[in-house]
Structures are given as structure tokens and as C-alpha cells.
């Protein structure tokens, strides 16, 4: 949940949510347009201008000045005995006369006994002083033009005589008639179309910062480090094609990419190269060079993850073991498309030598031990003396080994690893798993006394602060000078690939 919103924070979100705003718009403006011109009916209008003037004798016609000044006195009096009932029913009275029962009741509302109320009326009618002057302007608007014209015209014959018998001062005279106009004055399809839009965008923008503010899901990295006072060692931002993955998975096909893919982003391989350093600075006060990638909850990318981690770790010159300890669910397999006949399950459980599990070569200084047939224990397997004696075998023959493990939150495999690790890296994925799924892996983690070395967080669907901004220059990459500054562990320098291109930059 975000309780607090910077003007930067604003701009991403709203940016953030582009194509939905835009979506809106149009949605929006389309519906505003379609209801102005399609089923709100035409409207006609027509006005009279009647002019106050007030005098008590024939002797004070001489002043004239006072006259005005005493007819703008009364023109407030006059416009509220113009709308009164009694001057509302005469005129419908008159309307009654001139026009049949279907145009009245198309534009007025009738009594049973077939006569117009007289709110209906006064519904239709705006009569407003005009500013420093002794004039009344009367506007009727309606769904005919005859009957909008009918209105000032009717409420012009009779509107003297009331004013004279209720303030008995002064009188109120036309010097013109109210004209048809046969010019539709509403709906105004522009400017609804305009408000439409606006409202819609409003709404969605409403809706974007309602469901922000609610959204649990680990979107910020600062936030994730501070309140775990654990390190951020890595963020990599979502890549490849999601339909195509769909697609996959219904196939059951791989659907994971590795860094040695050709259509894997530069930016995304930067990012394993930083993580690759940051894992390599949290493992130097550290004895045993093992380690676990964990996650919450399935479908967070922790496989996708270790295994590029092991490839990035491998590309440095360490020699790499990659260990698929997910025996209920192995995947690392299919994406190195190796076979899966024997694998850890078969070592522990000694149903064939260590050396014949251990797939060899898969890469330059990488080899892989996959899950093998899948246990009815594995969670036994995993926490049982001979998994210790194997780990502790395997780690003086590799610089690094890399532990692939089954969802914390799923199952307590990861946790039966605890006294033959270093520590766990948790990958969460962006917008995705939730804090209260955090908060329970850190439960876990620390009654199993293992050490949580930091977080990854995968899949990131915008660009903030902190990520690559890639420029070229003279055929080369280049970044802004303290890409690394807040990323990773605490204190990272760059790894040699980054200073390399420093020091050519400098030379340049």
C-alpha cells in the first residue's frame, strides 16, 4: 500500500498507465458523442429583452435619471413576479390556445385534466437582469422553436399586468417579438464531447491511484531493502515476448530464456553482470561458496533466475555447479534442454554414482546436476546426511554452487538446506507478490536460522530510477556516470566488464 505520492511517483504511474488513459479518452469522448448526437433531442431557443421603467407621476417623467436608477431598483422585484405560478399559468393558458395537446406534451409536462404545470414552464424559461441597466432578458429554451418563441412572446403580454397589481410601481415594456430560430442551440456535441473525454480521463485516473494506493505487491525496491534491512541485490526488468510464453506453457514447452539467447536484451544481461558482482561481494566473508534461489510462490522467475545467475557467474571464469533441488517440480532441464534421467534425487538417494549426475560441460565453466526422477520425499532427501556429505564433496571441487529450490511458501524443501548454505537470494516478482508474502519467507527464513543474503527483484514493467539509460556513442554503449549508485549490495563497485568500459571511455 503507497500512502504517500511524489510528483515524480504521480508522473510514473500516470505514465505508467498510458494506454489506459488514452483508452479512456477515446471511450470516453466516443461515448459522449454518441449519446449528444443520438439520443439527447435537439433543442431550440428564442429571447426578448423587456425593459423596466418606474415612475409614480407624469411630473417625474422631467427626471430621468432618477427613473433609471429607480427601474434598476426594481428589476430583482419584477423577475421574481415573472416567475411566479400565477404568471406561469397564464401563459400556459395562452400556449393552450396556440398550439395541440402532442406539442405541449412533447415540451411540457400536463395535468390530467390536460393543463401545463407550471414549473414546466418556468423549467424551460432563464430570465436575468442585464449588468447596469434597467433591462429583464427573457430566454426560453425547448424541444420546438415555435414553442421556445410562443414562451417569451405569451410571458411578454401578460407579465405587465401582474407586475402592476403586485408592486403597483412602474411597468415593463417590449419594443420587439421573440423570432423562431430553427437552429438546434443544444446538445453541444463539441463541448460534451470534450467534457466526456475529460470525465473519463478523470475516472481512470481516479481508479489508477485507488487501485495503487490499495496494491500490496512489491513494486519498490528501497522500500522492500528498508524494511527488510536486506540488500537489493539485483532488479531486472520483465523481457521477452508474454503471448509467446503463453503459448508455450499450453504447449508444455520451455518457456524460460537464458542469457546466451539471441534475442535476450543487452540491458537484461547488464543486469545479471551486476548481479554476478553483488553475489560475489556477499559470498567473500563466507566460507562455504553455496548458496539457494528461492521465491514466495510458483511463477516468480526463480528458476529463469538461478540459472542465469549461474551462466553470468560462469561467464566471470568461476567454475559453476547448478543444482536443480525443485525435484517436485525440476525445470532446469528443459531450459538447458538436458535429460533428466538422473539427477539429484538419484545421487542422494545413491541410486547412481554423484559423478554420473552431474551433466558436465553444459557451458563453459557451468555443469548441472537437474532434479532427476522425481522422490516420493523429497523434503527427506534434502534434509538427510547424505545430501550434507554431497554438498560438502561438491564445494571443493566449484568456485560457486547455485541451489535451485521449490517456493518457501509452498514447501519446506528450501529450509531443509539451511546448515550446508551460506544463505538464500529471494526473487520477487514486480506487481506480483505481495508484502504479506515477503513477510511469511522472512518468518520462515529466520526460524530455520537461515541467512537471507538479499532480494532480486524480476520481472519490472517500467523504467525508474536506478535503471540503465543507454546511450551510443561511436558504436559503443555508454551509461550515465552512477548507474550503480543505491543498486545492489551496499557499497558494490562495478564489475570488471563496467570498468573496462570506463577506462575505454577515459582513454577515448
Known amino acids: ?84 405560478d400565477a404568471v406561469m399559468n397564464a401563459v400556459g393558458e395562452r400556449l393552450l390556445r396556440e398550439f395541440d395537446e402532442n406539442t405541449l406534451s412533447a415540451n411540457f409536462s400536463l395535468t390530467a385534466d390536460k393543463k401545463i404545470i407550471p ?48 408592486v403597483g410601481v412602474g411597468s415593463v415594456n417590449t419594443i420587439d417579438t421573440a423570432k423562431v430560430y430553427n ?22 485516473v481516479l481508479i489508477i491511484f485507488v487501485i495503487d494506493f490499495f496494491d500490496n505487491t512489491v513494486k519498490d525496491a528501497d522500500s ?34 537464458k542469457l546466451t539467447d539471441s534475442d535476450v ?54 567454475k559453476v555447479l547448478l543444482i536443480d533441488a525443485d525435484m517436485r517440480k525440476s525445470v532446469l532441464h528443459k531450459i538447458f534442454s538436458l535429460k533428466n534421467k538422473k539427477g539429484l534425487s538419484t545421487a542422494v538417494s545413491k541410486m547412481a554414482r554423484l559423478d554420473d549426475c552431474i551433466q558436465k560441460k553444459v557451458m563453459d565453466n557451468l555443469d548441472v546436476m537437474t532434479g532427476g526422477p522425481i522422490p516420493p520425499n523429497p523434503s527427506e532427501l534434502l534434509a538427510s546426511e547424505n545430501m550434507s556429505k554431497i554438498l560438502t564433496e561438491l564445494s571443493e571441487k566449484y568456485d560457486c554452487i547455485i541451489i535451485d529450490t521449490p517456493p518457501i511458501n509452498i514447501v519446506t524443501d528450501a529450509m531443509e538446506l539451511a546448515k550446508d548454505i551460506s544463505g538464500i537470494i529471494l526473487v520477487v516478482r514486480y506487481g506480483k507478490t505481495t508484502v504479506e508474502d515477503v513477510d511469511d519467507v522472512f518468518k520462515r527464513i529466520e526460524l530455520a536460522n537461515m541467512n537471507l543474503l538479499g532480494f532480486i527483484i ?19 554503449y555508454y551509461y550515465k556516470k552512477g548507474y550503480g549508485d543505491g543498486y545492489g549490495y551496499f557499497g558494490t563497485k562495478p564489475d570488471a566488464a563496467d570498468n573496462e568500459d570506463s577506462k575505454d571511455k577515459q582513454k577515448k
Open 119 to 166: 414549473s414546466s414552464i418556468r423549467t424551460c424559461l432563464a430570465i436575468s437582469s442585464v449588468t447596469d441597466t434597467s433591462a429583464v432578458k427573457v430566454t426560453a429554451k425547448t424541444k420546438n422553436a415555435k414553442v421556445a418563441a410562443a414562451i417569451c412572446n405569451d410571458l411578454t403580454q401578460v407579465a405587465p399586468q401582474f407586475v402592476q397589481d403586485a
Open 224 to 257: 522492500l531493502g528498508e524494511k527488510y534491512h536486506k540488500a537489493i541485490i539485483g532488479e531486472i526488468q520483465q523481457f521477452g515476448d508474454d503471448k509467446k510464453k503463453k503459448r508455450k506453457k499450453e504447449n508444455d514447452e520451455d518457456s524460460h530464456m
Open 458 to 476: 524480476n520481472g519490472i514493467k517500467s523504467k525508474r530510477a536506478g535503471y540503465y539509460s543507454k546511450y551510443r556513442y561511436k558504436g559503443k
Open 265 to 318: 536484451p543487452f540491458y537484461v544481461v547488464e543486469s545479471y553482470k551486476s548481479i554476478r558482482t553483488n553475489v560475489t561481494f556477499s559470498l567473500s566473508t563466507v566460507e562455504k561458496k553455496i548458496f539457494a534461489v528461492s521465491s514466495a510462490n510458483p511463477s516468480d522467475g526463480k528458476s529463469t533466475t538461478a540459472a542465469n545467475i549461474a551462466i553470468a557467474m560462469a561467464q566471470g571464469g568461476n
Open 1 to 84: 500500500m503507497n500512502e504517500t505520492y511524489s510528483i515524480k511517483d504521480i508522473i510514473t504511474l500516470l505514465f505508467s498507465h498510458l494506454w489506459v488513459l488514452l483508452l479512456a479518452i477515446v471511450l470516453g469522448g466516443a461515448a459522449a458523442f454518441g449519446f449528444s448526437k443520438y439520443i439527447l433531442p435537439l433543442e431550440y431557443s428564442s429571447h426578448i429583452t423587456m425593459y423596466v421603467q418606474s415612475y409614480t407621476g407624469i411630473s417625474e417623467n422631467a427626471n430621468n435619471v432618477n427613473n433609471i436608477s429607480n427601474s434598476k431598483q426594481l428589476v430583482n422585484t419584477y423577475i421574481e413576479v415573472m416567475k411566479d
Open 183 to 204: 437552429t438546434p442551440v443544444a446538445p453541444n456535441i463539441p463541448k460534451n464531447t470534450m467534457m466526456g473525454m475529460a470525465a473519463a480521463f478523470m475516472l481512470a
